[in-house]
């Protein structure tokens, strides 16, 4: 029941709640350290939420960056794929390698001819030059598939097909750039002369993504390049799509589709808008349809089996699932609905304090809890850092923070804050809660897919289960087994006294042990833990698998300081990659000391699902 909300919480936005016509409420005057417009104090940049950072570029970033911020996203699951985990991991087998580039060599005769076909509809002089820039591009890249091509005696006429995923792009391109475009009104629409230069903007529309995804594969792969292990194999590869010279003509055709764009009506924008969108899925389709001679590491559920395998997925819910923590909501929702000092109670309700003492008295506990948490973690850490991990000590250690939170709790309790405060105004706020992009999806394509045997448990300190059910349940997602607080209520209001379910990292790793011992099936278990803080952390290392989302400084400096290794989900994956060879079986054990961080749910997703 960790209050997080007192700290500085990566809040997306002031919450609107709809809860009462009285007044309206900012979240920003609940939480006094979150700086206003025009204070001077500022929040880290580590601490500001990424989607705040995107929208502020938003405004200022052109149409092609834009585009990929948005659909960044879906990109992740190209990188994720595991031809392309393998391909970064040098052991991809080199007959796989084959058809890869069997296939990309129809893709760029495309992408050439493409580029021809809008060449011809511009009638700019510099839209024309930049536009054959480009072609020549395509056509150095060709050359270096030539050259790779000889180096292993490959015809690539005889010994590969098109397969339909190659086909399904190029065709989607070349009828694109031939003006038969989705979504433009009326047959003869780009018949004018003038019309016609507008297939320039949609050509390049359809051909951005991928450039864009190629210069992000290859400079994500040189990074994760290892000096010690000699040559990689495919290093050619990844020295051209990792070079300045290509990350230079990726960004050459962002600014040019910009340009291009510039006098097209909104109308014409979302055509555009849709082409992207359309090119990044045929894109992840082409990646995707590579096949594979070998076993790899990812999508983690490639080889489960319902008849003999159970998948066991948890999950954390304040700021993993959530853009809000759920205490801010709970405080919003108490002083929004609370009575003005001079308003007369009724005597047969729950008697409440008044608006302005909510506030006052939640202002209070707010400075107290952050000091004495702030201090709690101080005393926790061990006074050097360990050089190998010790979960015992960890345990330990974070009894004292149990502790803690069970004395913070009590104080919440009796202090009244949460009286008064109604279950359907409850229920109402978690069918407006906003959860983190892709958290919804995942847990769709969890618990929707008659091909798993998986089961979705949520542990949360959240005071109100109700507040969670709500906001699951409004997503279509029933079927997860939430494990919380409750409220107490006479008739639908709340007592102010909390059912104390879980309130510390003690009470979760308890309740995540008693599900495993709970599960009746002999069946081979894998278990996930998704988390964000220090309270998840004993769950996050008891699992199979731990990953960590978001950014928690407490979490990553408390388990740096007890030996724990935070790698990069993706790395860690190629790491695991480079080791995996046939006959063998994915490593994943619990308490080995090492968490998977990730960005957003997209990478979770990619990873344990694939596309």
């Known amino acids: 029941m960790r209050m997080r909300w007192f700290l500085r919480s990566p809040i997306k936005s002031p919450l609107n709640l709809n809860l009462s016509p009285r007044r309206s409420f900012s979240l920003r005057a609940l939480v006094p350290h979150w700086p206003s417009p025009a204070s001077p104090r500022s929040l880290p940049r580590s601490s500001i939420p990424m989607a705040a950072i995107h929208n502020h570029s938003n405004s200022e970033a052109g149409l092609a960056r834009r585009f990929w ?47 021809e076909l809008a060449e011809e509809c511009a009638d700019d002089d510099d839209a024309k030059l930049g536009i ?14 030539h050259s790779l091509v000889q180096e292993w005696g490959l015809d690539l006429t005889k010994e590969h097909s098109i397969n339909s995923a190659t086909v399904k792009y190029t065709d989607f391109l070349l009828a694109t750039a031939s003006g038969k475009i989705e979504g433009l009104k009326g047959p003869g629409k780009l018949a004018t002369p003038f019309e016609k230069t507008k297939i320039s903007a949609y050509t390049l529309g359809a051909m951005t993504p991928c450039m864009r995804l190629y210069a992000v594969l290859g400079k994500k792969f040189q990074e994760l390049l290892d000096s010690n292990e ?3 194999p495919y290093n050619k590869w990844i020295d051209n799509y990792s070079s300045d010279g290509f990350q230079a003509t990726a960004l050459q055709t962002e600014d040019l589709l910009d340009k291009l764009s510039v006098s097209l009506t909104g109308e014409e924008l979302d055509v555009i808008e849709k082409l992207y969108s359309q090119a990044m899925k045929l894109e992840i389709e082409f990646f995707s349809a590579q096949p594979l001679f070998q076993p790899t590491v990812a999508p983690l559920t490639k080889e489960h089996k319902p008849v003999e395998d159970h998948l066991i997925i948890f999950s954390d819910f304040d700021l993993t699932c959530t853009v809000v923590d759920s205490s801010a909501i709970l405080a919003e929702i108490a002083i929004v609905t609370a009575p003005k000092s001079d308003q007369n109670q009724p005597e047969d309700q729950i008697v409440r304090m008044s608006s302005s003492d909510l506030r006052n008295t939640w202002g209070f506990l707010s400075k107290q809890y952050t000091e004495e948490y702030e201090q709690c973690i101080e005393n926790i850490m061990p006074s050097d850092r360990l050089d190998y991990f010790d979960y015992k000590e960890l345990s ?15 104080r919440v309790i009796e202090s009244g804050v949460l009286k008064g405060i109604s279950l359907e105004d409850i229920k109402r706020a978690g069918e407006r809660l906003i959860l983190q992009d892709g958290c919804t999806n995942f847990f769709h394509s969890i618990v929707k897919n008659e091909n798993l045997n998986a089961n979705v448990h949520v542990l949360s300190y959240c005071w ?65 833990y998704i988390g964000d ?18 950014s928690s400084s407490s979490l990553r400096r408390v388990g740096t300081q007890f030996g724990i290794s935070f790698v990069p989900l993706y790395s860690g994956l190629v790491k695991k990659q480079k080791e995996y060879v046939e006959g063998t079986t994915s490593d994943w054990k619990g308490l080995s000391g ?3 961080t990730v960005s957003s749910w997209a990478e979770v997703h990619a990873f344990i699902l694939g596309c």
């Open 230 to 232: 000699g040559t990689h």
């Open 132 to 145: 054959s820039q480009l072609r020549k591009a395509v056509l150095e890249e060709l050359k270096m598939h």
């Open 533 to 550: 803080s220090v309270g998840d952390l004993l769950c996050l290392l008891e699992a199979d698998v731990g990953i960590v989302i978001g």
């Open 594 to 596: 090492v968490l998977y």
């Open 69 to 115: 911020i948005k659909f960044t996203r879906q990109s992740i699951f190209a990188m994720y794929t595991p031809f392309a985990i393998a391909l970064a991991s040098g052991n991809l087998n080199i007959d796989s390698f084959h058809h890869y580039i069997a296939q990309d060599f129809h893709f760029l005769r495309a992408f050439a001819q493409a580029y």
């Open 396 to 410: 330990v250690a974070l009894e004292q923070l149990s502790k803690f939170e069970n004395t913070a709790n009590n």
């Open 464 to 528: 109100c289960v109700d507040l969670i059910r709500s906001a699951f349940s409004s997503a279509d997602l029933n079927e997860l087994d939430v494990h919380a607080n409750e409220f107490t209520y006479e008739g639908s209001v709340s007592t102010g006294e909390i059912v104390k379910k879980m309130e510390s990292p003690i009470d979760k790793v308890e309740a995540f042990r008693g599900i495993l011992k709970n599960c009746n099936d002999d069946k081979k278990k894998l278990t996930v």
